[in-house]
């Protein structure tokens, strides 16, 4: 029985791989905006961050034929800060963006969408369900970062919208970069021969010492300030656990080749209490609960002083696999033996691996990624563990996918009010677990 | 006048610096002595060990093993006396700059307006200890520029002046008296005994000073991590010297890359940690960034790299050492 049983995972996980690694794909005729020999691959770049800019790098730098020719931001500081590396790496051929074509505010992405035959999207996650929606619906090639969204609503939109994207025949890679980095992939490719027997038991970590802080300058309205400190506000960021941790989160997922059916946790905000970290906690711990029972632990903290660690480890049923982004994957059996030692020297960068299999397709005219919908599922695993610790609460997939708690503003303006607000102290509402409403 | 309140460039000026930090009175020290310097308001301190003054045959003979052609012409090279870090910085020491909170709860009390006004390494968006851990460990993962800044926050916490060595002073403390590849001979079958290398390091740092030092005792010169110098990498540096002794040589740097790293890590082989050995930094080390413009304090793929600081008996004057400690970081993309 329990040999059947696991020849039919192998079953499974192959023809998952098939969608995910694109052969069942490839042969698809793209219909999208962009056809294959049609010339230069025009992009538009929305979010014009460090972050943003380093993807434009990345798609300049692949050996396409591809033009940057229109920018978006809320921030015209930020966009001429990202024009400038962007005009000065690659010069006038690559990067064509006249000042008619760098659009500026809340309302700029749809006019730079306009422009491209690929968007890079990589503003803060929480504007990724709109932009994204509106990338497929002027029928666009897509890379965008992750996390794709900050609440559950945010993650329906994007699966709608991901489906949307497949019937259109149009690529979306998201960046989610171990799933494009050698050590990952090889180690991956094992485990599902099934080198480790079933993954029983996992623990996932990202623990570090925080971010950047941007001091409240007098004349910010709270909207500009939420914005330049977007890592602080769950409408913009997901708290930690989702921005950062959602790295090692999918990789427990895609050794499972699922995802949760409940979590339960726990976090607080213990170290970073002042009113310059907004309202997100400083530490999470969560048990992700799949349905064939596996446990998966799940760690993030940003304590400043104490131990980093950045990395995944799980347990099979015939050995143990340790991952980390430093080109690390060392599988064991459990009498030590290797049975596998990744040797990551010179590997390649996988942030340029995203947009070089991205453009490859592209150019070619094939249709082969469609990462979006486990994009989504992803960070909505990262939400599920912070609604457990907001709450406290044992909290199910289903349940929390389905909630209508959006943290979304109503109105996008500079002098429309966010829904957390500070008082009078300048401190924000802070979840509390036994207490707070997450779903 | 009001010394907490005074502006950073003010207290550097004259003595001034010294009653704001009686602690550290280091202007009385014995330019003989070895000392342990506090860290001004916290419990942290480390260990410097005076380097007298001498002359020295600077580079490698053209018959030693592993040498490469950017360590010739051997010349002579005079330097002034220095004190020299006993160790490597350990993430002990470093961790508070990095972290203002952290150094917060390291400290006594508040931490002073001048030490608040240093500019600070954005956090590491990733671990750079690389999982390798940190108490006594040596940092690592810094660029240049964030050793340097480094310096200027003791300086600021101490009152000391403390910058990087120049190439020429770590070589010639490395080389400890001696002319030989290692400073404890030529051969490398015993240097497993005084350094952590790829041979023996199962590829991650270990705690400083746990190999034997060099006969001025100074541990971990070769291996464990690289450590910054002060230096432009310029590979035919030395032509310049043929014929005449050099004294206090120093390649100023006014690019971005190469700079001069020395001593070799726990990643290389042996020939590597030759005291006359010469590496540059790479861009490559920042391949892996994914921000544009990369970030200016920190190499995602040099965890090998790290520091050692230096403080010159006769510290230079305050116009050079803002200058020192105040060039912007050059944009990198």
């Not at chain 1, 059916?261 to 607080?268: K, L």
């Not at chain 2, 990733?126 to 940190?134: A, E, N, R, S, V």
């Not at chain 2, 001979?185 to 190999?211: C, F, M, P, R």
Request: aromatic share 12%; glycine share 8%.
């Amino acid at each position: 029985m329990k040999e059947f049983d696991l020849n039919k995972r192998r079953e499974f996980l192959k023809a998952s791989a098939l969608l995910a690694g694109g052969a069942m794909l490839s042969s698809i005729p793209l219909a999208g905006a962009y056809a294959a020999g049609k010339g230069t691959i025009k992009i538009a770049l929305v979010g014009c961050g460090g972050r943003g800019t380093g993807a434009a790098f990345q798609a300049l730098q692949t050996k396409h034929d591809v033009k940057l020719v229109a920018m978006a931001d809320a921030f015209r500081d930020r966009l001429d800060d990202s024009y400038k590396p962007l005009f000065e790496k690659f010069g006038k051929s690559k990067v064509d963006v006249p000042e008619g074509k760098k659009f500026v505010g809340f309302d700029a992405y749809k006019k730079a969408i306009a422009e491209a035959d690929v968007v890079l999207l990589a503003t803060p996650p929480g504007f990724r369900p709109i932009h994204f929606e509106e990338a497929v619906k002027q029928n666009k090639h897509v890379f965008m970062e992750k996390p794709v969204a900050t609440d559950s609503p945010g993650i329906r939109s994007v699966l709608a919208t991901a489906e949307e994207a497949k019937k259109k025949k149009l690529n979306v890679v998201v960046g989610l970069q171990r799933r494009y980095q050698k050590n990952y992939r090889e180690a991956m490719k094992r485990i599902e021969d099934g080198a480790l027997g079933d993954i029983t038991s996992g623990q996932v970590y990202w623990n570090s010492g925080g971010v950047w802080v941007r001091p409240r300058k007098p004349e910010q309205t709270e909207m500009e300030y939420q914005m330049r400190n977007w890592y602080y506000f769950n409408w913009l960021c997901g708290d930690h656990i989702t921005e950062q941790h959602i790295h090692n989160i999918d990789v427990a997922n895609w050794i499972k080749n699922d995802y949760p059916v409940s979590a339960q946790g726990t976090g607080s905000r213990f170290l970073r209490t002042g009113k310059e970290y907004g309202e997100i906690y400083d530490n999470h711990t969560v048990e992700f609960i799949y349905k064939d029972g596996t446990v998966l632990q799940s760690q993030c903290r940003h304590f400043e002083g104490t131990d980093n660690r950045v990395d995944e480890s799980f347990q099979g049923t015939k050995g143990r696999v340790y991952l980390s982004a430093d080109n690390i994957a060392r599988l064991t059996d459990y009498k030590g033996n290797v049975i596998y030692d990744h040797a990551g020297k010179g590997d390649p960068n996988p942030y340029q691996t995203e947009h070089d299999e991205l453009f490859a397709a592209i150019a070619a005219g094939q249709f082969k990624f469609s990462d979006a919908e486990r994009g989504a599922k992803s960070t909505m695993t990262s939400l599920l563990g912070r609604y457990a610790t907001y709450s406290g609460h044992e909290v199910k997939w289903d349940d929390a996918l389905n909630s209508n708690i959006s943290l979304m503003p109503e109105t996008f303006a500079w002098d429309a009010k966010p829904k957390v607000l500070p008082d009078a102290n300048g401190l924000y509402p802070i979840a509390i677990p036994g207490k707070t409403k997450v779903i | 006048m009001n010394l907490s309140k005074a502006p950073f460039h003010i207290l550097l000026a004259g003595l001034a610096c010294f009653t704001l930090f009686p602690n550290t009175a280091q202007s009385q020290q014995n330019s003989k002595e070895n000392y342990t310097q506090g860290v001004t308001g916290t419990k942290l301190k480390f260990d410097m060990v005076a380097i007298p003054g001498g002359e020295f045959m600077m580079g490698s003979p053209a018959n030693e093993q592993g040498r490469e052609t950017d360590e010739g012409p051997q010349h002579p090279v005079k330097i002034d006396p220095f004190w020299i870090g006993k160790y490597e910085v350990t993430w002990d020491v470093f961790e508070p700059f990095v972290y203002k909170d952290y150094e917060l709860t390291q400290s006594n009390g508040t931490v002073s307006p001048e030490v608040d006004a240093v500019a600070r390494p954005t956090k590491p968006y990733l671990d750079m200890t690389f999982g390798m851990g940190k108490e006594n460990h040596p940092a690592v993962g810094m660029t240049q520029y964030n050793a340097i800044q480094f310096c200027k926050w003791l300086y600021a916490r101490t009152g000391v002046f403390y910058r990087l060595p120049t190439e020429a002073e770590w070589e010639y403390a490395s080389k400890a008296g001696t002319n030989t590849a290692y400073s404890f001979g030529n051969n490398a079958a015993a240097l497993g005994e005084h350094a952590w290398y790829k041979a023996n390091s199962g590829d991650e740092t270990h705690e400083v000073g746990s190999k034997k030092p060099n006969a001025w005792g100074l541990y971990d010169m070769h291996g464990n991590v690289a450590e910054w110098t002060m230096d432009q990498y310029i590979p035919d540096y030395y032509k310049k010297f043929k014929g005449k002794a050099a004294a206090n040589p120093v390649a100023v740097p006014d690019k971005l890359y190469p700079h001069v790293v020395r001593g070799g890590s726990f990643q290389d082989e042996a020939a590597a940690l030759r005291s006359a050995n010469r590496e540059g930094s790479d861009p490559d080390w920042k391949r892996i960034d994914p921000q544009i413009p990369k970030s200016n304090w920190w190499f995602p793929e040099a965890p090998f790299v790290g520091l050692r600081l230096v403080r010159p008996v006769n510290p230079p004057s305050e116009a050079e050492i803002e200058a020192y400690y105040n060039q912007a970081p050059t944009p990198d993309y």
